[in-house]
């Protein structure tokens, strides 16, 4: 399996990198590190997850960010 990041979802993980990085430095690098920690497990466990609005979603371990995406064959697809 691979995962495929769209662009809308880079902007969204863009926007909560520099929302974080206001709060404190340092803590938009860590929201960075624990999503693409979301997105990696992803690989393992893509599809157990529930359908909202057409997608599945998998809610962040540390952050309150929900990671949308769809299975294609072999392609994980991150949404939003």
Same mark, same amino acid.
């Given at each position: 399996?691979?995962? @495929?990041? %769209?662009?809308? =979802? &880079? =902007?969204? %993980?863009? &926007?909560?990198?520099?929302?974080?990085? =206001?709060? *404190? =430095?340092? %803590? #938009?690098?860590? !929201?960075? *590190?624990? $999503? !693409?920690? *979301?997105? *990696?497990?992803? $690989?393992?466990?893509? #599809?157990?997850?529930?359908?909202? !609005? #057409?997608?599945?979603?998998?809610?962040?371990?540390?952050?309150?960010f929900?990671?949308?995406?769809?299975?294609? #064959? @072999?392609?994980?697809?991150?949404?939003?």
């Amino acid at each position: 399996m691979k995962n @495929e990041i %769209l662009d809308e =979802a &880079e =902007a969204d %993980l863009i &926007e909560g990198y520099h929302f974080y990085e =206001a709060q *404190d =430095a340092g %803590l #938009g690098s860590y !929201f960075l *590190d624990s $999503l !693409f920690s *979301d997105i *990696d497990s992803l $690989l393992i466990h893509a #599809g157990v997850h529930a359908v909202v !609005f #057409g997608y599945r979603r998998c809610l962040s371990k540390r952050f309150p960010f929900a990671v949308y995406y769809s299975v294609e #064959g @072999e392609l994980i697809r991150v949404s939003a």
